[in-house]
């Protein structure tokens, strides 16, 4: 059993500020009290905010072998598949370069508090199988999301899309294509379909930027997240450029979605609506995306996502708000049993020195990975200092 005591919790689903104990066993949160309980196993969080610990809801961890490289070039020079910049250097790197560069990535997320990341995975089979094998002995929670080259062929077999789907969902928690403009029709409803059998994940890039919205028009009279809908994707990552229509008909069908400001910005393609997500009631998740252009530090994207959205819109936006995209609205949207502290569900949380009156400012506004005194998973104590 282990107790912590005398922090300030941000309990349940609100995350609100509790002065009370959790008392947490098997790896799960039993109970929070205000009586001191005896333990052999205690920490002392006196002066501390105990909070969820963070999930990021969508990384590329696989191009952390490139960090830095070919900024300033266009966004499609870069990332896009097949003959995109990061994909030449992940092919020209070795396995164990691949490895440790990973390695390194889930270490800085658990570092600054990530207890859980969603991972958009290239490579089929075995890029899942090298992340699983990076991964082996790093605590933190991965949800993998695998793709496979033959999505993108121009005229793949179809039913030898069907069987490789099907192969890679027995190794992974669902699939992601990049975008639209790189899939046939028939294939996203293969994938889709395909996960929903399954109950796991389908995810897309959409409306990254304007230029994809326009030729999706072009080419379908319809928009990226319009068709993305359709076929049936259920998490939808990006959304920063929606047409007339597109946030209502996201939020009539209770799609989630993964914004990733600090990206859009490195790429120079966007401010994502992240107050008009709140207005039509989207549950809205953070990312960090491309581990090439961005770390994956949550507290940074927090940060970001705060201030460019007070500023763009120049009205008050909530950090609460914020902090929930991070933990709670994520944990809805994935199905996770983390996320939020209540009883019964697993102690995944970070306990971090508070450092202004504000709790939820505290964490976003000034908190400095130093200031993360201990992360806990699953109940075990992953660091403490
Ligand atoms: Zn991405």
Redesign the pocket.
Known sequence: MLVIENGLVLWGRNLNPEKINLVIEDGIIQYKTTQKIPSQDKIDAQGCIVAPSLINS???IGDSVAMDVGDGKSIADI?KPPHGLKHQILSNSSQDDLITAMQRSMKDMLYTGTSTFVD?REGGIEGIKSLQKAGEEIPITKIILGRDDIFFEKEPSLSKVKKTARKLLKHCDGLAP?GLGEISDEVAFIITEECRKQGKIASI?VA?YEQVQKNSWEATGKSEVKRALDFGFDLL??LTSPMEGDLLEVSTKKVPIVS?PR?NGALAVGIPPIMEFKNFKINTLL?T??IMFNSPNMFKEMEFALKLTRGFYKKYFSPLEILKMATVNAANALNLNSGFLEEGRLADLMIVKKISLNPWLSLINRTESKNIICLIIKGNIIFKR
């Open positions: 969508h990384v590329h990332v958009y990049s890039h990254e990552i990006h990733c990206s990312g995306d491309n």
